[in-house]
């Protein structure tokens, strides 16, 4: 995942700037330039708390036991926070990748009319399915392979003493199944983080090359919220997960600072840089199409399907309605913030 995250701060850049077609930009005046500089310092600072508290809130199930994953509250927010991912997906990032890869400056020459931002949402989409898959397998495999070899050395020491360690034996039966849904929240907050990743840094991007702060003022606000929400949802998976205490720290860190660091580079490449020319809206479409494939099928798969197939919820009706209610905040929420971002 770090070296994913490398290469899109230090390369995506680089490409993005080095090749200048179709329209240039006009507006270019100085004032402009130092006004909406200060805007971006300003989304920079208000982006990485907002990022930060949501991302943190579902961590907090350690101090507020009302906050625990096995709780209603935490139930709430990871099906806000699944709605809210969904949104990301359909709404916010599928529309941009279809807009670039159907840009008019890349011409009728490139795939003509090839769906390519849906052909590489797909391909994303499997592609996850089948590292879940193989990775779970993997697990599973050599999981039975040493249970069986315990079995197999109790057995031995039964014959040998003459009695049974039934502590040992009951205890490797209680856990059965708990290692395989750990690996699974693992590979889920993972993978998620990466499809999360990718997004923030093209919109971080996008924002620090801007030079109009009528367009910058709004996103600020938009962009703070949607960090925030997105946050939750990813919270929620890391804390389900049970990393130790220096990855969590990682990936919180990573999430809260990837679109502040994505501005950052925007305003460095703010001068060479054009959004038009046929390498930006390959790339950035390209990443866009397979993140919002990531996000959608993480979102109705992995967090859904998951969480609607709890037998906690799965026996309650008031959990049910709770839970349709908040996957309907979570999409209207995030559905109305594409207004502005």
């Not at 797909?122 to 590292?131: S, W």
């Not at 750990?182 to 907050?189: A, C, E």
């Not at 990718?198 to 709004?218: A, D, N, Q």
């Not at 799965?314 to 908040?326: D, P």
């Amino acid at each position: 995942m770090k070296f994913i995250f490398l290469l899109l701060v230090f390369i995506f850049p680089v490409n993005i700037a080095a090749e200048c077609t179709c329209q240039q930009s006009t507006n270019t005046n100085h004032y402009n330039k130092n006004q909406a500089l200060r805007f971006k310092l300003i989304a920079i600072a208000s982006i990485l708390i907002a990022g930060a508290t949501g991302v943190c809130i579902p961590q907090f199930g350690k101090i507020f036991e009302s906050l625990r994953p096995e709780s209603t509250v935490f139930l709430a927010v990871k099906f806000f926070a699944a709605g809210v991912i969904l949104a990301t997906g359909f709404v916010h990032v599928f529309p941009d990748a279809n807009e670039s890869l159907e840009n008019p400056c890349l011409g009728d020459t490139a795939w003509g009319d090839f769906p390519m931002g849906y052909f590489v949402a797909m391909v994303a989409a499997v592609a996850v399915m089948m590292v879940e898959t193989v990775v779970a397998s993997v697990f599973n495999r050599s999981h039975c392979n040493n249970k069986a070899a315990e079995h197999v050395a109790g057995d031995e020491e039964k014959q040998e003493t003459g009695h049974m360690h039934v502590h040992a034996l009951s205890s490797h039966g209680h856990a059965a199944g708990s290692p395989e849904l750990l690996l699974r929240h693992r590979i889920i907050s993972q993978v998620l983080e990466i499809g999360i990743i990718i997004h923030s840094v093209i919109i971080g991007i996008s924002l620090g090359v801007s030079i109009h702060p009528k367009t910058i003022k709004p996103l600020i606000v938009a962009l703070s919220f949607h960090q925030m929400f997105e946050g939750m949802g990813l919270g929620s998976c890391i804390t389900e997960a049970e990393f130790n205490i220096g990855t969590v720290a990682t990936m919180l860190l990573f999430y809260s600072f990837t679109t502040p660091l994505g501005i950052v580079i925007g305003i460095a490449i703010s001068n060479t840089y054009e959004e038009k020319s046929r390498i930006a809206l390959i790339i950035q479409g390209i990443l866009n199409a397979a993140s919002a494939g990531i996000l959608v099928y993480m979102a109705l798969v992995d967090l859904l399907a998951m969480g609607f197939m709890k037998s906690k919820v799965q026996t309650s009706s008031r959990l049910q309605i709770l839970a349709f209610i908040s996957i309907l905040l979570g999409l209207g929420c995030m559905s109305l913030l594409a207004k502005w971002a």
